[in-house]
């Protein structure tokens, strides 16, 4: 049989079409990490309004708690984390912002944010403290955790 490239143009073919369907992937293949915002130092309204804004996440909540926490999805492509974590969730709720419905309760604070990712809490808390950060760790199911953090 007979060869169409040699053997070192071959190679430089494949490393070509390699680096042409690399770069055509989209953007959102690559993970966006949040662990930034998630140093508790802005608002239920700035964390969700960014992620709306960037196309992160869905803007319209897929479900309100009774305590006014609003959960959107992650946009559909969103490749999300925190502290190494996926994140499946994001959470947030401000007072009197039209951003958010309003459960039946009483609401969690006055401003909330956060995510819910897949991994057990112990190695969670662990990722969020060696990173110095003062966000609440809370256990939601077996390998389900929240990441939050609240205003008074």
């Known amino acids: 049989m007979k060869r169409f490239l ?5 190679r430089a073919f494949c490393a070509a079409a390699l680096a042409v369907a690399s770069g055509a992937l989209p953007l959102a293949a690559h993970a966006t990490a ?3 915002p998630l140093a508790c130092n802005e608002s239920g309204h700035q964390f969700i309004a960014d992620l709306a804004g960037q196309q992160l996440i869905d803007p319209k909540p897929t479900r309100v708690e009774s305590n006014s926490i609003n959960a959107f999805s992650p946009a559909q492509g969103a490749d999300l984390t925190a502290f190494g974590f996926h994140i499946f969730a ?4 401000e007072k009197d ?3 958010f419905r309003v459960g039946e309760g009483e609401p969690v604070a006055r401003s909330a944010y956060g995510v819910v990712v897949f991994g057990s809490e112990s190695k969670v808390r662990s990722a969020v403290t060696a990173a110095g950060g003062t966000a609440i760790v809370h ?3 077996p390998l389900i955790t929240a990441i939050f953090c609240k205003r008074s």
């Open 139 to 141: 256990r939601v199911a």
């Open 97 to 99: 912002d039209p951003m």
């Open 34 to 36: 949040l662990d930034a």
């Open 6 to 10: 040699s053997s070192a143009a071959s």
């Open 90 to 93: 994001v959470v947030g709720y």
